[in-house]
């Protein structure tokens, strides 16, 4: 059985400025992910990724369908039991959402807090996480004096304090620099090599799919046209989508703007 189950899911959005305006997002998403793995999901803008990564922990209700997490559906819990077993399932965005009256300490400690962990312990999980992200200097730091990297990082940790089982990275890195997303690559492959947390990795960055991710699916208008190991589709994509990042991944290749292959 997979640890990740993605049942048939569908969301349609509705227009508010126009009666009857709807924009069908996910046309029946089918995926299966397995525990410990490194997942992409890689599709254009307006494919539905972030949409996804929003209803498997129910930012977004998905229309229909289930999303089973370790046996679990989540579609079919409580707001009560939903706030529950949302702790154990971590986000990192895109624009870093972190607090900026807040220090990194406390960016981090904010979930923990609110889950009202004692000061002792929360003290020391946050040691624990800055230790991991490589921030340890940057304890009591706000983020208007951190890098882009850092930021992110921070994030990371703040998605961490939990100890979820699974990490949604959705274009975690598209804000960055290419020497900065390859540190937050490789922070995202540490953690999954030392806590074993499934991650799932949205982007429109295949350079980030190739680096860290075991196997991939492509979206294409709401739904999955094609998944399997990173290595197969590189190879031999069979989706419109797939043969288009690929053909432009293969130019810039050629180009050589990203240097030399590796043979996938």
Request: include cysteine.
């Amino acid at each position: 059985m997979s640890f990740i189950e993605i049942k048939d899911i569908h969301k349609t959005f509705y227009g508010k400025k126009r009666a009857g305006e709807e924009t069908q997002v996910l046309n029946g998403v089918d995926l299966n992910i397995e525990k410990g793995d490194i997942f992409g999901i890689v599709g254009f803008s307006g494919a539905g990724k972030s949409t996804l990564a929003r209803c498997i922990n129910r930012l977004e209700e998905p229309d229909s369908g289930q999303i089973i997490i370790d046996g679990v559906d989540i579609t079919g819990l409580s707001k009560k039991e939903l706030a529950l077993r949302r702790r154990k399932i971590g986000m990192i965005f895109q624009q870093f959402n972190l607090f900026e009256s807040k220090s990194v300490f406390k960016n981090i400690a904010y979930p923990l807090m609110l889950d009202g962990w004692s000061k002792d312990k929360i003290n020391s999980r946050v040691e624990e996480i800055l230790s991991l992200i490589g921030l340890e200097d940057k304890r009591d730091a706000y983020p208007g004096q951190l890098s882009g990297g850092q930021k992110q990082r921070v994030g990371i940790g703040r998605a961490l304090a939990n100890r979820p089982d699974v990490l949604l990275s959705d274009e975690a890195t598209s804000a960055l620099d290419p020497q900065t997303t390859l540190s937050v690559l490789d922070l995202l492959k540490e953690i999954n090599h030392k806590l074993g947390i499934t991650i799932l990795l949205i982007t429109h960055e295949l350079e980030a799919i190739k680096y860290i991710c075991s196997n991939m699916a492509v979206l294409e208008n709401g739904v999955v046209t094609e998944s399997g190991s990173v290595r197969s589709i590189f190879q031999n994509p069979n989706s419109k989508t797939g043969h288009i990042f690929i053909d432009i991944y293969s130019s810039f290749r050629k180009d050589d703007l990203y240097g030399e292959g590796d043979g996938i």
